[in-house]
């Protein structure tokens, strides 16, 4: 029998669930037959809903949560800037936005120190893309097939990613994608970056003498990549797309709106690399998903070609002072909780026991990871490298996976289950202890897996 508070519960859930099934639309989805979860509220690593279950959240909402659920330190810098004041046409300035401007310099490769701020990491992207035109009067962009860049119709068009295919009849002109440097699944049929010569990298030179140097604007990339299964780059496939951009005046834009602030283990992913791009596009974790917010961090050569010129790219809400102070406050978090190291740290905790898991479930084919933006990929034989599910699998081509991701979610885990891969990107505050429990839930589901694995 219900007690008075249970059945208080029981009715907010069910008159949450109506209003957001009544009113509201679902990304990404059929909107009949959807069981979402009624989140109440966040703490940590943690997820609560109106039935007081707990839930591990293992993906830091969508690879942005990366300073944990509910830290009071932005709410109280949040509230405060809204006490002075909550909004400025981006033509006035305010000490918030100088303040965060002069910060992402610090944290920044050098010699990128100025910021253009947007909404998100789309409008981040699609300003990205017209200023690279913009400043060199070339039209080309390059980018990769196997990566996301948002859904507005410039990011998706830059991006491979299938999502966008509904709507690609209208895709913005002058985009050619690459293949991609997947080593476990090679598109060129080699056996590793050890031996094969880079022809993921030959190829995309090659692409750019097909194209025409002199049209090339800029070559797109994830700093490192995250939802089209986080791709390792080769070691030195970077230094070779910066060396060929400094060849021939082409432009290098790394996408870092997932791999940025800490998430590889580092404050950006082209640090792993040693590369310094011409500009940053990044969003998510700037503020943690508190409050949106994006940023384009552009060279010291292209602010100052802009100083006698006019700058023709604009938002609204550019440099929104209160979500400024979100993403100054996050910034500071990062430093004083020492989260980046964390990141590091607790990667490396995380691929020792993946290492543990693959010799217990069969169905793990590959674990890609920097930091604590990692990818699980699933198949049915380690040899043949046959995945549970096809890239861009229809409902009916998905196999087992239905059954795996139900049971992390019976079990409390939340977490972004596509295809055959499992991603794993905890809050960067996450303990051993905490990575423990979600393994543990995962090996339950992956023995599901296991079940039809030869």
Known sequence: MLTEIDETTAVDRAEVLQNNFDYTLFSWSKQAGLNPIAVERGEGVYLYDYNGKRILDFSSGLMNVNIGHGNQRVTEAVAKQMQQVSYVTPSCVTKVRGDLGKKLAEVTP???????????????????????????????????YRAYHGASYGAMTAGGDPRKLPSDSQQVPNVIHVEDPFCYRCPFGQKGHDSCGYECFSHIERIVEFEGPENVAAILMEGESGSSGCIKYPPQYWRKLRDLCDKYGILLIADEVMSGFGRTGKWFGVDNFGV??????????????????????????????????????????????VSCAAGLETLKIYEDENLIENAAKMGQYMDAQIEILKTKHRSIGDWRNTGLLGCLELVKNRETKEPLAPFNAKPSEMGIMPKVAAKLTELGLYTFVRWNYIFIAPPLTITEAQIDEGLAIISEALAIADTVCD
């Open 276 to 321: 310094v791009p011409d500009m940053i596009a990044t969003a998510k974790g700037i503020t943690a998903g508190y409050l949106p917010l994006g940023a384009l961090i552009v060279s010291d050569k292209i602010a100052a070609y802009y100083n006698d010129r006019p700058l023709m790219l604009g938002l609204t809400y550019s440099a929104h002072p």
């Open 110 to 144: 050098e010699g990128l120190n100025k910021t253009l701020f947007t909404v998100c990491g789309a409008t981040a992207i699609e300003n990205a893309m017209k200023l690279a035109r913009q400043f060199t009067g070339r039209h080309k962009i390059i980018a990769r």
